[in-house]
């Protein structure tokens, strides 16, 4: 399983988050605390929000704790909002385009998780994505696929219940192919203003997502940064954060959408 962070907030040096910490990113790369897997090193990718509205993505293959660019990169640039992910592969090659965030315009989106038995699904989940939105396809993983779908499901007008419906609809797919394997999601969305994040399973066993809010500085993150839990609250499974501009945060319940798709 991946790991990751999201920051929403005024701007700070991406370092403070990814590279300072005791427990930062970087480290989990090479030592995650709550992940199946305990290294995630099939590749790292940045992205952030500077002075234009579309975002910088800086991806690459190596291991994060390898690259001396990343710790350069975080050093030099500060933004009020910003994704980092460090990869850990279910199956898919560890190629560039295969690394996270992925960004459509604006958007930008990250995962970590799993559509169980991808292989089995995967042309079918690809029908989910509208035509025009398949020029787009740049990778092979499932994470790219379901960002996709989700947009072509109205993911830019709706985001709460266009990702409701396309794991409706993945899960369903995976159901028809009885497939036995869970589909599992932690996942972060923005269109640049307001942070998005979700957490769901099929299994009811979704993988960890914790966020904290500090005078409304938003941090969603895989796993904490630091040992001062009682900082740190976790995201209720089947549910669905979003943190606003203005430093409001709201929980609402993601399997009520689905339910409701």
Known sequence: ??????????????????????????????RASE?????????????????????????????AWSDENLRSICA????????????????TAS?????HPFAY???????NGQIGGYLQVKRRVEELIPDE??????????SEAIFLAALGAGLENDPL???????????????SAQVKEPLRLTAALTDGQTLRAYRWASDAKPPTLYWRNDNGRILVVSEPLD??????????????????TDGRVKIESLCDAMAAA
Request: aromatic letters at 10%.
């Open 76 to 91: 030099q640039v500060r933004s009020r909002l910003f994704f980092a992910h460090v990869r850990a592969s279910t199956g």
């Open 133 to 142: 939105l398949y020029t787009h396809r740049h990778g092979t993983t499932d």
């Open 105 to 111: 315009n604006q958007h930008m989106f990250m995962h």
């Open 1 to 30: 399983m991946c790991r990751w962070i999201a920051y929403r907030g005024e701007p700070v040096l991406m370092e403070t988050l990814v590279s300072d910490p005791g427990h930062s990113l970087i480290a989990q790369s090479l």
């Open 161 to 175: 219940n266009a990702m409701a419906l396309t794991l409706k609809r993945i899960a369903a797919l995976m159901q």
């Open 227 to 244: 040992d001062d839990r009682a900082q740190w609250q976790e995201v209720p499974d089947g549910s669905a954060l979003t943190a606003f």
């Open 35 to 63: 992940s199946v897997t305990t290294t995630n090193g099939d590749g790292f990718g940045l992205g952030w929000y500077s002075e234009r509205p579309l975002p910088g993505v800086y991806r690459e293959i190596r291991p």
């Open 95 to 99: 190629v560039r385009a295969n690394c």
